[in-house]
């Protein structure tokens, strides 16, 4: 983490006032939130949708906090302290992390997409790090606030960043994109994740693809090489470009020749080198798979050799409630993949779920898909139209938008295997009621539904 002089920060950071008496100070670390403060560190407050962060300042100060920014336009800054005032401390802590950033010696992957970023993450940083002392993104923190947290946290002898880009906007990429200058950038696929703000998918391609505006010189993209709005635009726009491509076609630089689904596992074929390599991933989803494909061009790129990768990709952990599997208070089994979701993530996760076999029922239990603008009810509706009765036994429902699901698959299905809620408690306990231990049961929605709460309740 950065460990820095005041006066040093105060020259990152564009401080505006005389800091003489604390110059030489030092801070290590920084966070903006006065709960969690650590001796030396410093704090940063914003202005939030419930509380002004300046007004844990003096708190932090005494809680340990070596020092504070303070930003210009909140009056009453307390004399004798070590704050640092700035014109606004979002943009201060934004400069400061750019400037940390430029001072480290390091390798940067920058990773954006609609669906996979977390994950891409987590795997491209386990490949690197059988060869690199490896920082990688926690959790999601992956914004505007998310970012500059990171590359702040971010140890002076780290080999190599992998830094997760997320975005709801235009724009939003190409900034934290200047902020990472990243060496190799990775754009997962492009889903619909945000059309209620974008409008369409080659919109959403565009916001993506501003990723290549922060990439070093000799950088690489690397990209999802089966979706035309990202090929077509890299080819029209980008010619000078290195690129690579990873995909399920023949057409990529890289793509699985055979994929193996497992109950714990999956493994995939690759032609390397004239013969043809194979690879275990302790995921599950062919999704996964082009991750996995993803992050290994990423560690090749780094000069990883083909053991370390294939002992990287074995040691594999995701970050929670990404095709998550766990295990009911009867011993069901639940793939807890309530993270987030969007018509591309939910019909990847259908088609691992058909394609498991030996269990007495397979049970989807699917939530509404959240800003996907006008035609989000098309989307739900589409979605439960695609469910093969064959291969599913039952479809759950919850939330007002889920019911087009419900819809949708009662074409296909009889009428007591489609069942749509609106009240989390009755569908708990209904799944209760109705599910066994050799039941499999796949649980999905947006964020903003919280369906992890069902997760939680049958594991009781
Ligand atoms: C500004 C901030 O910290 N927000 C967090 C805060 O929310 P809120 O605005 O309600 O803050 P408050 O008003 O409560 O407090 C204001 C500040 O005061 C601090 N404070 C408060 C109390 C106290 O006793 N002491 C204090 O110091 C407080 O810390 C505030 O700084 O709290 C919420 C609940 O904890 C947080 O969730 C909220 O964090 C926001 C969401 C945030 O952006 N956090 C980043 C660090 C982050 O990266 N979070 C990720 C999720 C990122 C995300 O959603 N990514 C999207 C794509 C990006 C879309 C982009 N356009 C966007 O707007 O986000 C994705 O799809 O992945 C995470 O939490 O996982
Ligand atoms: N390549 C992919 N294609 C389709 N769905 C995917 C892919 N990778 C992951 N998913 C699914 O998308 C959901 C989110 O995964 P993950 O958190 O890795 O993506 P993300 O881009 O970080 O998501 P978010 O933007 O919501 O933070 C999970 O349900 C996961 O199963
Ligand atoms: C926070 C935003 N990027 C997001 O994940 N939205 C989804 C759709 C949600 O909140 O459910």
């Known amino acids: 983490m950065i460990k820095r002089t005041l006066k040093q920060v105060h020259e990152m950071a564009g401080g505006l006032n005389d800091i003489t008496p604390f110059q030489s100070r030092v801070i290590q670390g920084v966070t903006i939130d006065s709960r969690t403060i650590k001796e030396g560190c410093l704090f940063v407050p914003l202005?939030?949708?419930?509380?002004?962060?300046?007004?844990?300042?003096?708190?932090?100060?005494?809680?340990?906090?070596?020092?504070?920014?303070?930003?210009?336009?909140?009056?009453?800054?307390?004399?004798?302290?070590?704050?640092?005032i700035v014109e606004n401390t979002e943009k201060a802590l934004q400069e400061l992390a750019r400037s940390y950033r430029s001072e480290l010696n390091i390798k940067v992957v920058g990773i954006t997409g609609s669906n996979g970023k977390t994950t891409t993450k987590d795997m491209t940083a386990a490949l690197l790090a059988t060869t690199y002392k490896v920082h990688k993104t926690s959790g999601n923190f992956n914004n505007h606030l998310g970012l500059p947290l990171t590359v702040l946290s971010i140890e002076e002898n780290t080999e190599a960043a992998v830094l997760e880009m997320g975005m709801s906007s235009r724009g939003e990429i190409e900034f934290l994109s200047n902020m990472a200058k990243p060496d190799v950038a990775i754009i997962t696929n492009i889903g619909e994740s945000h059309l209620l703000d974008l409008g369409s998918r080659e919109e959403i391609a565009n916001a993506k693809l501003e990723?290549?505006?922060?990439?070093?010189?000799?950088?690489?993209?690397?990209?999802?090489?089966?979706?035309?709005?990202?090929?077509?635009r890299i080819?029209?726009?980008?010619?000078?470009?290195?690129?690579?491509?990873?995909?399920?076609?023949?057409?990529?630089?890289?793509?699985?020749?055979?994929?193996?689904?497992?109950?714990?596992?999956?493994?995939?074929?690759?032609?390397?080198?004239?013969?043809?390599?194979?690879?275990?991933?302790?995921?599950l989803g062919h999704h996964n798979v082009l991750n996995a494909l993803a992050a290994i061009l990423a560690a090749k790129e780094f000069g990883v050799d083909d053991s370390s990768i294939r002992m990287g990709l074995s040691a594999i952990q995701l970050t929670n409630m990404r095709m998550e599997m766990v295990e009911g208070a009867k011993g069901q089994k639940?793939?807890?993949?309530?993270?987030?979701?969007?018509?591309?993530?939910?019909?990847?996760?259908?088609?691992?779920?058909?394609?498991?076999?030996?269990?007495?029922?397979?049970?989807?239990?699917?939530?509404?898909?959240?800003?996907?603008?006008?035609?989000?009810?098309?989307?739900h509706l589409k979605i439960g139209e695609l469910i093969s009765s064959d291969r599913i036994d039952k479809v759950f429902t919850y939330g007002p938008l889920a019911e087009f699901i419900g819809k949708g698959a009662s074409e296909a299905f009889s009428k007591e295997n489609v069942r749509s809620f609106q009240d989390k408690q009755k569908l708990i306990a209904e799944l209760e009621a109705s599910t066994q231990v050799n039941d499999i049961i796949l649980v999905k929605a947006s964020r903003g539904m919280r369906l992890e709460e069902v997760v939680q309740a049958l594991q009781k």
């Not at 962060?53 to 930003?71: E, I, N, T």
């Not at 990723?211 to 077509?232: K, T």
């Open 47 to 84: 202005k939030g949708a419930q509380v002004d962060g300046h007004q844990y300042v003096k708190q932090a100060l005494a809680d340990g906090a070596a020092a504070s920014f303070w930003q210009k336009d909140v009056p009453n800054p307390p004399n004798d302290l070590p704050l640092i």
């Open 211 to 232: 990723i290549v505006e922060g990439l070093a010189e000799e950088g690489v993209l690397i990209y999802h090489g089966d979706e035309p709005l990202l090929r077509n």
């Open 334 to 379: 639940i793939i807890n993949d309530a993270y987030n979701a969007s018509p591309t993530s939910v019909k990847a996760a259908v088609e691992l779920i058909e394609g498991l076999s030996g269990f007495e029922k397979k049970i989807l239990v699917l939530g509404d898909m959240l800003e996907l603008g006008p035609q989000e009810k098309d989307f």
């Open 235 to 283: 080819k029209r726009d980008f010619p000078d470009m290195k690129v690579i491509s990873f995909g399920r076609t023949e057409q990529n630089d890289l793509f699985p020749q055979l994929i193996t689904q497992g109950a714990d596992s999956t493994t995939f074929t690759i032609a390397c080198d004239g013969t043809e390599a194979e690879y275990a991933i302790p995921v």
